[in-house]
T-cell receptor
């Protein structure tokens, strides 16, 4: 079974630009979560999507948005990039049974975003 | 809300020596606890988890962690480390009801020295 895949693996952007990151979950997984990882703040939860609906949201500004498609693939978008957005963005997928989130999340390798 | 404190940001240890990575959590409700490991340039992998039952949980590669409710701790231990254990280790918590996200500690970088 293929794992969680994220594309691209590396991105370099300049301040003010926008960026879209993609995540393909493990087949059969309907929940996708996004996390931002930085040396200073560690791992912080961005949002979670289930059945194309945002079910949980972390404490990030509105410049960070996401969506999920009917095949469970998810994208996240960051508009008007700032230097502080440089980070590793991790996607995780999870099985859901009856809508309840499984206790195990499977992580992708991440997309490393550098903002210059 | 839940929070996690990993008391050591870096832990150097010689090969074949024992190691303990400390994790304390804060929560007003019952929780599930996890340890994840991140190798360089990779995502996170689940190492072990406590959901209920026995307070001592083990992984397939020799790590174990003990849930201590009175001390709100979930320390990770290994009696003899290998070079290949060099990685960053994250403790995480989530409440045991509802669809709530994981809350991670800041991580502990374990460096095994030959």
């Amino acid at each position: 079974k293929a794992g969680v895949t994220q594309t691209p693996r590396y991105l370099i952007k300049t301040r003010g630009q926008q960026v879209t990151l993609s995540c393909s979950p493990i087949s059969g997984h309907r929940s996708v979560s996004w996390y931002q990882q930085t040396p200073g703040q560690g791992l912080q939860f961005l949002f979670e999507y289930f059945s194309e609906t945002q079910r949980n949201k972390g404490n990030f500004p509105g410049r960070f948005s996401g969506r999920q498609f009917s095949n469970s693939r998810s994208e996240m978008n960051v508009s008007t990039l700032e230097l502080g957005d440089s980070a590793l963005y991790l996607c995780a997928s999870s099985v859901t049974r009856g809508g309840a989130l499984s206790t195990e999340q499977f992580f992708g390798p991440g997309t490393r975003l550098t903002v210059l | 809300a839940q929070s996690v404190t990993q008391l050591d940001s870096q832990v150097p240890v010689f090969e074949e020596a024992p190691v303990e990575l400390r994790c304390n959590y804060s929560s007003s409700v019952s929780v599930y606890l996890f340890w994840y490991v991140q190798y360089p340039n990779q995502g996170l992998q689940l190492l072990l988890k406590y959901l209920s039952g026995s307070t001592l949980v083990e992984s397939i590669n020799g790590f174990e962690a003990e849930f201590n409710k009175s001390q709100t701790s979930f320390h990770l231990r290994k009696p003899s480390v290998h070079i290949s254990d060099t990685a960053e280790y994250f403790c995480a918590v989530t409440r045991n009801s509802g669809n709530t996200p994981l809350v991670f500690g800041k991580g502990t970088r374990l460096s095994v020295i030959a």
